[in-house]
Each structure stands twice: as structure tokens, then as C-alpha cells.
């Protein structure tokens, strides 16, 4: 797919982690003991996918256990996401809403201890929680545990209140909901358990921080949209930010793409400035601010490799999206993807 997409920018380095083999042994067995996946056709297309060469593209120098861990996140933050995004659960926020609520119990320490009834997403939240949590900072608990449900709660209300009801959302509400219905803020929470760092709420709370931040959430997101347009057209998808310049500006499918590209390398240019501003501003907090930064830019470039080796967004593999029931599974979030399907109505 790569040769039939514009170029996207990205002036950083490409780099990968030594631990990868060992992550990926440790993802199967972690999905299969939680139950995230378990049929042959659903654990194919994981397999397919590589998760732990996406994380250790991201995330090129973290030990083996920190390695292990955010592949943990990102694989069940992808699971749980094609739950919502690909099949009909993503149609009904109805019928989602008590297993956010049941998340929501997990995170807040008020859920009852996991049992075989558990749906597999809650299963592998709690351990997620336990192994993560604990040792951070009160504050960076707060926060994550705040862009945590701002990600589900938007992508089973906005986004499947928009599936529902037919709704095509601005360009300028999509780009702010984007971050959060990409959890890309969870996932750059998570740097600084990587990194073993702990910003202050002074940092989080400074202009030039917010701005770099942001600047690379978009750049992220951004680039998954150019990447995973054919498959979303596929599946009906309208939350695509190529989608939405199309539906919104009138641009052909090539436009739309160079259109977005363009805005990917400009936001990119946006991080580099406020990088440097943060850095001239702060130089006494240099060892904290080094480590969080260059977080931000590999999963800049991470995300942009993975990308493009990915088979998920490969467009000779693209019809396979087109009946989700073949990898999709009901026992992740615990609600009959059927069930949902008659509470769908007359749904995209």
C-alpha cells in the first residue's frame, strides 16, 4: 500500500527494540490466557498484524518487561477498538454501556474479583491495572485513568451515536475527538512508565508541552487514517479524517489523501518548534524532558513503519473486512455481537 499512498513526512529515525522476539512470545500467551483471542481465524489475523514489532518500533528502548507490558495495552486497546469499529457493537452505544461501566469499576478498584463469566477485555483490564498502576504517581494515575474512559465513553457514545443516527462530524470536532477515540493520550501516558520518568503537573500544564503533545496525537492518528482508509471504505467507516475532507471539501479520493499528508507534515513541523521552545525554557529539566519527547517521536515514526508492513491496512487483504464476524469475538467485551446487531436498527 505504501507505493499507492502520497509520502508522509517523518524526519526522525527509524529505530526497533532488541526484546521484540521475546514480546511476541509473551502476547500470545498473555491473549490466550486472558481469553482475548482463542478461534484460529481471530488468532491468525493477530498473528498477522505483529503487535510486538509495532511496540518495539515505538517504544525501541525499553527493557523486556516494560516492552511486555505496553504491548499488553496496545493489544487490548486494538481489540477492543475492532469491537467497536468493525462490527455492529460499534452501531449500538446501548448495548456497550455496561461493559464501560464495568471497565469504569475495574479502573476506579470497585470491580468484584474476575471470574469465568468475565468478559475477556475485563479479564485482561484488571491485570493491565495491576501491573501498571500502583507505582506511579497519584497525579499520573488521575490522568490516565481519565483519558482511559474519555476513550471509551467517546467511541461508544459520540462515534456509535454518529454510526446510529447517520451523523458526518466536522473536520474540527473530528480532529479533537480523534485523539481521544485513538486513546493515542493513554498511550503516550505510558511513556512515562517506559521511560521511568514522572512529569510534574507544572509540565503537563504548559503551553509548549500541550502543544507537542497534540502536535504528535494528530500526527499519530493522522497517519493511521491515510493507512486505514481503504479499509475503513470498506467497512462503511465514516471517523477518517480522508473521509472527512472528501465528504466536507469535495476533493477526490487523491487529493484528500496529498490533503491530509500535508497537514501530517505540518503538524510534525508544529512538534519540532514546541520541542525546541520547551527544551530552551526548561533545560534544568532536561533528563525528564529528553526521555518524554523522543517518546513522542518514535511513536511518530513507529507508528508510521508499522504501518506500512502491517497486513491490516494491506489493500490485497482489504476484503476480508467486509465480514467482520470471521475475527471479531463475542466473548471480548461479552455482548452477543447478534444481540447487538437487532438493537442496531437502521444503522449505518
Known amino acids: ?44 489475523r493477530f498473528q498477522q498484524a505483529d503487535f510486538g514489532a509495532f511496540v518495539g518500533m515505538v517504544h525501541p528502548t525499553a527493557n523486556s518487561e516494560h516492552l511486555d507490558l505496553v504491548a499488553d495495552w496496545f493489544v487490548w486497546l486494538f481489540l477492543v477498538d475492532d469491537q467497536l469499529d ?59 485513568t481519565w483519558h482511559l474512559m474519555t476513550y471509551l465513553t467517546t467511541a461508544t457514545t459520540w462515534e456509535a451515536g454518529n454510526r446510529a443516527d447517520g451523523i458526518v462530524p466536522s473536520e474540527t470536532v473530528y480532529i479533537a475527538k480523534r485523539r481521544h477515540t485513538g486513546a493515542i493520550h493513554v498511550c503516550m501516558d505510558l511513556i512515562e512508565i517506559v521511560a521511568g520518568i514522572g512529569a510534574p503537573e507544572s509540565i503537563h500544564n504548559d503551553a509548549r508541552f500541550i502543544t507537542a503533545l497534540e502536535a504528535s496525537c494528530n500526527v499519530v492518528c493522522w497517519a493511521n487514517d491515510v493507512y486505514s482508509y481503504e479499509k475503513e471504505q470498506v467497512l462503511g467507516e465514516i471517523h477518517n479524517l480522508v473521509h472527512l475532507v472528501r465528504h466536507h471539501r469535495g476533493y477526490g479520493e487523491r487529493q484528500a489523501l496529498e490533503h491530509v499528508c500535508d497537514e501530517i507534515a505540518a503538524e510534525t513541523e508544529r512538534f519540532l518548534g514546541a520541542e525546541r521552545e520547551l527544551l530552551g525554557r526548561h533545560p534544568e529539566l ?52 447478534a444481540h447487538a446487531r437487532l438493537g442496531a436498527g437502521n444503522g449505518l
Open 1 to 44: 500500500m505504501e507505493s499507492e499512498l502520497p509520502d508522509i513526512y517523518c524526519p526522525f529515525p527509524q529505530r526497533s527494540n532488541p526484546h521484540v522476539g521475546h514480546t511476541r512470545e509473551h502476547l500470545d500467551a498473555w491473549t490466550r490466557r486472558t481469553g482475548l483471542v482463542h478461534r484460529e481465524s481471530a488468532r491468525r
Open 86 to 144: 468493525d462490527g455492529h457493537l460499534g452501531r449500538s452505544p446501548d448495548r456497550v454501556r455496561d461493559v464501560v461501566e464495568r471497565m469504569r469499576a475495574v479502573v476506579e478498584g470497585r470491580a468484584p474479583a474476575p471470574d469465568e463469566e468475565t468478559p475477556a477485555a475485563l479479564v485482561a483490564l484488571a491485570d493491565l491495572w495491576e501491573r501498571t498502576v500502583p507505582q506511579a504517581a497519584a497525579h499520573w494515575r488521575t490522568r490516565f
Open 286 to 337: 532536561e533528563d525528564l524532558l529528553v526521555p518524554y519527547l523522543d517518546g513522542m517521536r518514535s511513536w511518530m515514526r513507529g507508528n508510521l513503519d508499522w504501518s506500512r508492513q502491517t497486513p491490516r491496512y494491506n489493500p490485497a487483504d482489504v476484503s476480508q473486512y467486509a465480514e467482520p464476524g470471521a475475527y471479531l469475538e463475542e466473548s471480548v467485551l461479552g455482548v452477543s455481537d
